[in-house]
């Protein structure tokens, strides 16, 4: 998520989106902007993070994409596209390929497949979708049967069983609740300099930051930040 707002110059906002919404790209003076549901977990955010963000590195128009124009089969040539930039950008198939010959696994079943998603992010679904591209999943009985597998949650009881960690980035250690908000990297440090330097009191920095003025108080004591004293501003 950084690493698209800093290197990507694209601002990300999570927040919860209407029922059946996975995300949104748009662009207002030639600068593109991302929305992702908040109601879903990190791996599947992950993937409408990176989907959006194709959107942008592709110069598509704006949109909104619905679960069924990311996870279900997308027949528009732009979200197929987009989907594509999204499993590579994640899950590169060149890297797919080198973390499989490094562990020299010689058949791929559905602790392989949960070790995958887990080292790169992605959820069990994508896993399977890059194992077979890169031809580690040739037969398609196997396909169908770990689709089976995933759909029933056996990969989630794997996952717990063995206490596989989940895959850790900006994305999952910024711990953004299900339903929570999270709002841009650049306009949250404004708003914190504002505060910092008495141009803006808890209640308006909590209204910026879309958060209540009570959870924004605590959070700034845990991060010791505070109103900067007028004895301690520059002398010019």
Known sequence: MRAIESAGRTPVTVLPLPDGVAGAYGKKSGRGFIFVSSNDHPPRRRFTLAHEYGHHVLNHVTAIDREEDIYGSPKSRREQEANAFAAEFLA?????????????????????????????????????YRLTEARFIPRVSDQDRFDASIHSGEHLQLQRRDGIAEFSDSLALERIEIGGRRMPERLRLNVIRSYEHGLADVDRAAAALRQSADELTKEFAALGIAPIPDDDEPDY
């Open 92 to 128: 590169p198939r060149n890297a797919v390929e080198k973390w499989m010959e490094a562990r020299q696994y010689d058949k791929v079943d559905l602790k392989v497949l949960v070790d995958l998603a887990t080292s790169f992010g992605i959820s069990a679904q994508a896993a399977r």
